[in-house]
């Protein structure tokens, strides 16, 4: 039972960090107030608006669908639109949860290369129809990094808040890779959000080393207003707070959240690096982030599975995904690495 899996298939496969488990750890000393009363909470939510420099409304759920989807339905009425990207975690992996959590409100997918929204893309969305028959978009939803490893640039997000700006469109970040994001572009979290025209980011605990918890931060504090009860009515607010707040203070306070980041994005590029001297395989998007999507062919994924390699090849466009994530070692790349020389050879 405590044989070592150590894969590539994503980065919620990864247990806790050091340091988000020394909070945890600390926050189990003695009882402490309920429902997110405690101290360790209030500090938690401080370092983020501190960190994001602005006066932002957090909250915290279980579970990256349940941020997503309250969110979204916390911008939106019933009869609203949401557009997002066709390869969006929303629109193929959230099993209809923001159209459930919205009581029906509409995802409408655009195409886009590198799993990106175009200005050009959303504005399509929005004017074909404006008629009463057509749910009405009320909505953007960006994935950054996005569900294909890349990046918005700070350039592609100012082009997004203007569009958003011209149609009166709010705008929700999916930030279960957002620390990768942070680390990769060397940018500031408030510019990569608020200042973006970002009004809620679901910043992912997860992946980024914790064992679950997500925070959602609104920008635009008006359309926090009654969000504690859509959390609570959704079962989504944990009466233990203090051991989803404790672990993020770990995250934050050490600057873990940065440096399993950055260690993950390391990773990933010399992944990367290794796979482009390999004959037969093919990288399929710019690598930006902390994942690496290439094209193998079917036999050597064949022989990779046999050899127990844990990865993922039905997100997006097929191929297969490499994930790496704070615990990812270069040793482990080596061996990955030899063994899909050998399968192809
Ligand atoms: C992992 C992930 C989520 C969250 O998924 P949960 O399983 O609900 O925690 C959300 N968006 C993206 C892009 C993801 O990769």
New binding site residues.
Partial sequence: MNKQLEQFA???YSGICPEALEYMIKANYGSAPAYGNDEWTQKATDYFRELFEIDCEVFFAF??????SLSLAALCQSYHSVICHET???ET??CGAPEFASNGSKLLLAPGENGKLTPQAIELMVTRRTDIHYPKPKAISI?QS??VGTLYSPEELLAIKEIARKYNLKIHM?G??FANAVAAMNKSPAEMTWKSGVDVL?F?G??NGMALG?AILFFNKALAEDFDYRCKQAGQLASKMRFISAPWLGLLETGAWLKNARHANQCAEYLEMQLLNIDGVEIMFPREANAVFAKLPAYAIQTLREKNWQFYTFIGVGGVRFMCSWNTTQARIDELIRDIKEAIA
């Fill in positions: 994503s980065d919620n579970n990256g669908t349940a941020a997503n969006s975690h929303i992996d959230e994935t996005t569900e999916d279960a890779r679901c992912c997860t992946k997500e």
